[in-house]
């Protein structure tokens, strides 16, 4: 690892489901409506509003709902090498 990691995972979790918590409420969509648009339950949907703990299965499926796929599907797309040995290691 190169940098130092200020956040918790908890509070990375949390900052996630207030973005889709805002893109949810952009869309015009209630916790009920996006759970049943997307099969999570609406006692997940409402945890992960609050805490920011769910599943990536579930997480994957509220992205798909709210038309934010690409968010997920492009995840650690692009992570820069830490090291030349990275890259030495990636090519054998």
């Known amino acids: ?9 908890e509070e990375i ?9 805002r893109i949810r409420k952009r869309r015009g969509v209630t916790q009920e409506q996006l759970s049943e648009m997307s099969g999570v339950s609406f006692g997940s949907v ?9 599943s990536l299965l579930s997480l994957t499926k509220l992205a798909i709902a ?12 692009n992570v820069p090498y830490g090291s030349i040995e990275e890259v030495i290691r990636e090519r054998q």
């Not at 690892?1 to 995972?9: D, L, R, S």
């Not at 979790?13 to 918590?21: G, N, P, V």
């Not at 709210?66 to 797309?77: G, K, P, Q, S, T």
């Open 1 to 9: 690892m190169n940098g130092y990691v200020w956040e918790t995972a």
């Open 13 to 21: 979790s949390l900052r996630m489901a207030k973005r889709i918590s």
């Open 46 to 54: 409402k945890r992960f509003e609050r805490t920011g703990q769910i």
């Open 66 to 77: 709210l038309d934010c796929a690409d968010e997920i599907r492009h995840l650690f797309e």
